[in-house]
């Protein structure tokens, strides 16, 4: 039977874990390997990797840790972050990283979608949207650089256009949500996986078990990502699997 | 020593990380000489049929991965590596695959509900007894990415089967040759077994 993922994720900074309690005071975390390993074990089913500081400049560094990931890793995992062009894909790609993430270089280049697809196959394209809903109420925009631009671009219609281009996966974050701990964007999640065929992760808000089992059943997500609340362990990934199981979706066990 | 076969193909490394990981020493090259030596021989893969057999013919491959077959080599194709051993496939309608094993190589169904590709985990059911899964429960759930599947000719080779809108073959066994559609790689600890008993195979 096909199951639904849960996705922890991890933040990078340096080549560090990092988790900021009020995102100015990063704490250490250890190492990016140790961690993912630990989430493994503890039946994590792929991890996502977002690197807050990469940039040209410490590519070297970024490479030095997707290497140590992979071999020490067994499961899959997504690697976001800085990644502007079709050669940082192919170069973490190289290092033995399943898939990349983009966001921002996505929607100043969509381009980079379609030669990274092409070149790699779709199956290693994730597209991550950050999506706000408008003071109007009428949809929800998508921002780039952290959250901290408003592109003006709808966001279904920008999911729509990815798919197009060539994306395999959405990893979608709901910046009203993101932090609460009061659930993800169910309406969100729900207008974007209504619009497009391909897989969508949903981000941003998750406090509670029920909340992952709304945003798979009511939002039609086919897998669910938390960072802070795994990370101080608030909830184990094993407890939010024992209790979709609980509820009747499949997960892996 | 366990050889994969280099042809630029995008999973070679975690594929070499997960054997170097058993302790297994793993070479890495497309040298004949060296793929006749070692004791077992993977050929990886991910992207499209087409293109991969335009390379295996490019590297001169095709070949010597039919005398590996012939030879008896323990041999184990993975993902995109299980299609090739085929005689043909959907994605590239002209192509000749290796025509090792018989069988065809189809599209997942579109209109089952199912998204295509599968990315995800799935489990798997043991229609026939197989040296690879010796260990593994019954239900074990293994990493899946792909739009084509396998449908083997004769319904005795296969070894695993996992349900995704249809029936797909999931890992085939016939003499010394074996592969599997989903990557073992991937698949933590029930993929790290798989490939220790392919090492272990390979070893006697």
């Known amino acids: ?253 | 020593m366990i050889a994969i076969i280099d042809y630029d193909a995008g999973n070679i490394k975690s594929v070499e990380k997960a054997f170097l990981s058993l302790g297994q020493e793993t070479v890495v090259t497309r040298e004949p000489q060296a793929l006749f030596r070692a004791d077992g021989v993977v050929l990886p893969g991910v992207g499209a049929f087409g293109d991969a057999m335009e390379k295996l013919h490019r590297f001169g491959l095709v070949p010597v991965i039919r005398q590996l077959a012939r030879e008896e080599k323990p041999f184990l194709g993975i993902c995109l590596g299980l299609q090739l051993l085929f005689e043909s496939s959907q994605e590239s309608p002209g192509v000749e695959g290796l025509g090792i094993l018989e069988g065809q190589v189809l599209r997942l169904p579109e209109d089952q509900g199912v998204k295509i590709p599968q990315i995800g985990w799935n489990s798997l059911h043991f229609p026939n007894p197989g040296r690879l899964f010796c260990g593994i429960p019954e239900g074990a759930y293994v990493y899946f990415v792909h739009s084509y599947y396998l449908r083997a000719k004769e319904e005795r080779i296969v070894t695993a089967t996992a349900e995704y809108g249809t029936c797909v073959h999931a890992s085939v066994e016939q003499g010394n040759v074996f592969a599997c559609q989903f990557h073992p790689e991937k698949s933590s600890e029930t993929g790290l077994a798989i490939l220790r008993n392919f090492v272990g195979i390979a070893a006697r």
């Open chain 1, 1 to 253: 039977m096909h199951t639904k993922r849960v996705i922890p994720c991890l933040d990078i900074k340096d080549g560090r874990v990092v988790k900021g309690v009020q995102f100015v005071n990063l704490k250490d975390a250890g190492e990016p390997a140790q961690a993912a390993q630990a989430y493994d074990r503890e039946g994590a089913d792929e991890v996502v990797f977002l690197d807050i500081t990469a940039s040209a400049d410490n590519r070297s560094t970024q490479l030095q840790w997707v290497r140590q990931v992979a071999s020490r890793l067994f499961i899959p995992f997504t690697v976001g972050g800085g990644i502007r062009t079709v050669e940082d894909f192919r170069l973490i790609l190289r290092e033995g990283a399943d898939k990349i993430a983009v966001n921002s270089a996505a929607i100043t280049n969509p381009g980079l979608i379609s030669q990274a697809a092409d070149k790699f196959g779709s199956q290693c394209v994730v597209v991550a949207i950050d999506a706000k809903k408008r003071a109007d109420g009428s949809g929800w925009n998508i921002y780039k650089n952290g959250g901290r631009v408003d592109m003006g671009i709808d966001a279904v219609q920008w999911a729509v256009q990815a798919e197009k281009l060539g994306a395999g996966e959405l990893l979608l974050t709901s910046m009203d949500c993101d932090g609460t701990k009061e659930g993800y964007d169910l309406e969100l999640t729900k207008a974007v996986t209504d619009a497009v065929g391909i897989p969508v992760i949903a981000s941003g808000g998750a406090g509670k078990p029920e909340h992952f089992y709304e945003a798979l059943e009511r939002g039609g997500a086919e897998a669910v990502l938390a960072a802070s609340l795994f990370h101080y362990k608030e909830l184990t990934i094993r407890q939010v699997k024992e209790y979709l199981r609980q509820r009747g979706i499949s997960v892996r066990l």
